[in-house]
């Protein structure tokens, strides 16, 4: 078979494995044979850049070409929907309809109301063509490199007989399960924990990296089919028709012609939605003909012929018994209210955050208070007010602790910052523990053949005091009788083995304060060893984009702590990677010092992260997208016309391959 046949065969075969597994929940493969489909296919691709295809099922993997986001004007605007709260309303919307439509018979289509992000999506010819975000309702952010990777949002169209051009709109959702999962690792961390759902999702989706995105794992529901071809002239039917076409649509719909169904719809889902995998926030009912919603029409904000009815934010009232105190590995001390166990939107809740001092100080907290406690899209608790008529007279004001609950030490509280830090870095356990544990993560120096409780025995064990200490390990302390010698080994291996992980990790691993991974990856870049790093003055280190004054005086406050500098003296002694890898450093340049470079099209000699990787190296920045502030455009072939005309508008010059390997290489 031709290979240029044999791409079109498993394009269609695997978008269609897509479609069974992620649409229908149905598998007729086997992961291997999947990924081995896949594999085939890339490397087909890679032998044809002439056959490039934006909706092949390769591209649903993302790049982390950030292409910026160019703006896109949408053909219909995107509205809202007006809200209602309770059955009073919703009938007061249902009469208004009855008397618009003159008395005329009508049906409700009762959806549920999803809490994502809406999306608009453009097919043509059955295929994806643009994914648009709602932006301010007439123009939103072109997104369609990330909406690709969402699994459940075909590519190309699996069913037959839908209209040559049409929209489909619908709402981008972060599963409960992926947000879960997130938030775990990012409190394993200590990293802030994502609100809700709602925020993730559209964090995700408006990131600039879709490789990030497709790792997120987000999910759609499509509610909307426009167009001039629309089959239909009935709202539901024409959904149905979109699920045939192969489009993710909500199994919770249901068509109704009475007050009554619709209240019934409301009742059921109030309870069922706990259930479901993805947050929703209400019901949406919409006039569900065509002809009828044409006749009510819109008012300047939303429809006339829909609304929305929100859940109430399960809200319940419970007695605070005591507060205690959780310490970080930054040594923040954080408040929690220890409440009698209540039952909140399906799961027993027993505490809450109280975030720091003035938080309580602004609900006047006392102990034995009753106070409420919602769960809105927030996976964790919150109390939102106290019941006044029910404070004992005698109750006391809650007052926050002024030593560290852990290790006694007198608490500080930085100016300008609302929590309380334990100072005592050094001989606070869970700061100790934390550090550890931070250092270990998969992140930092992945050693995985130690966890959480581990690091909890070794260290009660008194093995471990500091990271320093666990190089020190040996086998024999970790299998006293001999008995563990197996694990004990890989242990030690697994410790061992985290020598090869590169300078940049290592440096986050070391958990200097606000040095995140991305900050710690400039910093290497920048200064490209630990030696340079920790000579590095004030002005020094903010001359490093990225790094600002708070990342810097912290840089500077580590490397001051003369128990910090033994050791990193220690973790050199050992052998951990205290600079770039020379094969970074190899073929360093300055060439493309200060320039802005766009990357675009398909290449033949590198790959586009190599070429990334290429102008970093010679002192060059990559940008996603072309401006006036583009030095120029590294250009392979099947570069987009629109960015072409928009290279030629601004006169921004357009470099082959070819000239600019020589311009590196010369
Ligand atoms: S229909 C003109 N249906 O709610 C009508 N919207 O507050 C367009 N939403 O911006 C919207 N689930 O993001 C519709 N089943 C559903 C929905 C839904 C969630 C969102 C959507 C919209 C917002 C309006």
């Given at each position: 078979m031709e290979e240029k046949e044999q791409i079109r065969k498993l394009r269609t075969q695997l978008h269609d494995y897509n479609y069974r597994y992620y649409v229908l929940n149905r598998s007729d493969v086997t992961d291997e044979e999947f990924d081995r489909l896949m594999h085939q296919l890339q490397e087909l691709e890679a032998r044809h850049p002439e056959l490039f295809d934006p909706n092949s099922p390769t591209q649903r993997v993302g790049s982390d070409l950030s292409e910026g986001f160019s703006q896109v004007t949408h053909r219909y605007p995107m509205l809202s929907l007006a809200n209602t709260y309770n059955e009073e309303e919703v009938a007061g919307w249902y009469e208004n309809i009855r008397r618009d439509l003159g008395g005329e018979p009508f049906e409700v289509c009762c959806e549920l109301k999803y809490d994502g992000l809406s999306?608009?999506?453009?097919?043509?010819?059955?295929?994806?063509?643009?994914?648009?975000?709602?932006?301010?309702?007439?123009?939103?952010?072109?997104?369609?490199?990330?909406?690709?990777?969402?699994?459940?949002?075909?590519?190309?169209?699996?069913?037959?007989?839908?209209?040559?051009?049409?929209?489909?709109?619908?709402?981008?959702?972060?599963?409960?399960?992926?947000?879960?999962?997130?938030?775990?690792?990012?409190?394993?961390?200590?990293?802030?924990?994502?609100?809700?759902?709602?925020?993730?999702?559209?964090?995700?989706?408006k990131s600039l990296d879709s490789r990030l995105v497709a790792r997120r794992h987000l999910d759609a529901y499509l509610y909307y089919l426009l167009g001039d071809e629309v089959p239909f002239d009935g709202h539901y039917e024409n959904l149905q028709a979109a699920r045939q076409w192969g489009f993710p649509i909500s199994e919770g719909m249901q068509k109704v012609d009475t007050l009554e169904d619709i209240y019934r719809f409301i009742a059921h889902w109030e309870t069922a939605r706990h259930d479901l995998p993805v947050a929703t926030d209400g019901i949406v009912l919409k006039v569900n003909s065509g002809r009828q919603q044409r006749t009510l029409g819109f008012t300047a904000k939303s429809p006339r012929w829909a609304i929305a009815y929100k859940f109430k934010a399960e809200r319940v009232c419970t007695r605070l018994n005591d507060v205690s105190y959780q310490v970080g590995r930054t040594g923040a001390v954080t408040p929690v209210a220890n409440m009698d166990a209540v039952l909140l939107a399906g799961t027993t809740v027993r505490r809450a955050t109280l975030n720091n001092e003035d938080f309580i100080r602004s609900f006047d907290l006392h102990l034995g208070d009753y106070v409420y406690v919602e769960k809105g899209g927030e996976i964790i608790p919150k109390i939102v007010g106290v019941d006044l008529t029910r404070r004992d007279a005698a109750a006391q004001p809650v007052k926050f602790v002024d030593r560290c609950p852990e290790c006694g030490a007198q608490l500080v509280r930085y100016d300008g910052e609302a929590a309380h830090y334990c100072p005592n870095d050094s001989g606070c356990p869970p700061q100790i523990k934390g550090r550890i544990e931070h250092f270990i993560a998969r992140r930092a120096m992945n050693i995985d053949s130690i966890g959480p409780e581990t690091v909890d025995e070794y260290y009660r064990r008194g093995l471990i005091h500091n990271i320093a200490d666990l190089y020190d390990i040996r086998i024999e302390q970790i299998d006293g009788d001999g008995s563990r010698q197996k694990s004990a080994r890989k242990i030690v291996n697994g410790i061992h083995a985290s020598l090869a992980v590169p300078f940049e990790r290592v440096l986050f691993a070391l958990g200097i304060r606000f040095v995140g991974e991305t900050s710690a990856r400039v910093l290497a870049r920048h200064f490209k060893s630990m030696d340079a790093l920790m000579e590095a003055r004030l002005d020094e280190l903010l001359e490093v984009e990225g790094v600002g004054r708070v990342i810097a005086e912290s840089i500077i406050r580590y490397f001051r702590n003369p128990d910090n500098r033994t050791i990193v003296e220690r973790l050199r002694g050992y052998g951990l990677q205290m600079a770039l890898a020379t094969s970074w450093q190899q073929g360093l340049t300055h060439r493309l010092e200060g320039q802005n470079i766009v990357i675009s099209g398909v290449f033949e000699h590198y790959n586009r992260d190599q070429y990334k990787a290429l102008i970093e190296q010679h002192g060059g920045k990559n940008v996603g997208s072309i401006s006036s502030k583009t030095s120029f455009i590294l250009a392979g072939a099947n570069m987009g016309p629109a960015k072409l005309q928009k290279a030629e508008q601004l006169g921004i010059k357009v470099m082959s391959e070819d000239e600019f390997l020589r311009l590196i290489n010369d």
């Open positions: 999306i608009s999506l453009t097919y043509e010819e059955g295929r994806l063509l643009r994914a648009v975000t709602r932006g301010d309702g007439t123009r939103g952010d072109d997104v369609t490199a990330n909406v690709r990777t969402i699994r459940t949002i075909p590519l190309v169209l699996p069913g037959k007989g839908y209209p040559h051009q049409f929209e489909i709109r619908g709402e981008v959702l972060m599963p409960w399960s992926v947000f879960e999962e997130i938030n775990i690792e990012r409190q394993a961390a200590e990293e802030p924990l994502l609100a809700n759902p709602r925020n993730a999702a559209s964090g995700t989706l």
